[in-house]
């Protein structure tokens, strides 16, 4: 199956910086979407982005399918912000998989006051 | 416009019992998809629900089993609970099974099995 892995695995940040996650993939997708789970494991869609570059207030997203990497931006972090963020994808099958995610493990954001 | 709900949040059961979940998808969303997330791991794909029918499973036994009502909720039943089973379950929802469509997520209900 398709391989999804995310990094850094952790980050630390103090309030007020910026940060770039990475998530790169294996195989060709149809999907990609970002999440954010808060500390009640709710998974909050940030972004659904299969390709190009979208931006929602202070963070941005941009997928570049055909290398196989897809980076999420968080400028001015807040603590709010912590949390795990995933990256999962929908791997092109030819039909075989709509709808069926791959997740990767994660990265845990700690933002300190 | 009411969001993906699930039922119940919380469930202690013991070893070899069987259980129920519950999903109702996002209003206008059909299609239901199942996912489980241990502890510090990302969720995991079980299988997905469209026109009352299984449509894709993920690698998991078949004491995980499901189905979807003509109202698009679905359940999740697990029997003979290990203790392996203790987890996150993530219920999401979607608008058919064409590609492209973007999953929302309910809020999940915590297993635990002692």
């Known amino acids: 199956g398709i391989q999804v892995e995310q990094s850094p695995p952790d980050l630390i940040l103090q309030e007020g910086a910026n940060s770039t996650l990475r998530c790169n993939f294996s195989d060709s997708v149809n999907n990609l979407q970002w999440f954010h789970q808060n500390p009640w494991g709710q998974l909050i869609n940030l972004f659904y982005?299969?390709?190009g570059t979208k931006q929602n207030g202070r963070l941005s997203a941009t997928t570049v399918a055909t290398e196989r990497y897809s980076l999420l931006y968080i400028s001015s972090s807040q603590t709010t912000d912590s949390g795990v963020y995933f990256c999962?994808?929908?791997?092109?099958?030819?039909?075989?998989?709509?709808?069926?995610?791959?997740f990767g493990q994660g990265t845990i954001l700690t933002v300190h006051p | 416009d009411a969001g993906v709900t699930q039922s119940p949040t919380h469930l202690i059961k013991t070893r070899g019992q069987q259980v129920t979940l519950r999903c109702s998808p996002k209003s206008g969303h059909d299609t239901v998809s199942w996912y489980q997330q241990a502890l510090g791991q990302g969720p995991q794909f079980i299988f997905q629900?469209?026109?009352?029918?299984?449509?894709q499973r993920g690698n998991f036994p078949d004491r995980f089993s499901g189905h979807q009502f003509p109202n698009y909720s679905s359940e999740l039943n697990v029997n003979a609970l290990l203790l392996g089973d203790s987890a996150l379950y993530l219920c999401a929802s979607s608008a058919g099974i064409v590609f492209r469509v973007e999953q929302y997520f309910g809020p999940g209900t915590r297993l635990t099995v002692t």
């Open positions: 999962a994808v929908e791997r092109d099958a030819g039909g075989t998989s709509y709808g069926k995610l791959t």
């Open positions: 629900y469209y026109e009352e029918e299984e449509r």
């Open positions: 982005i299969p390709s």
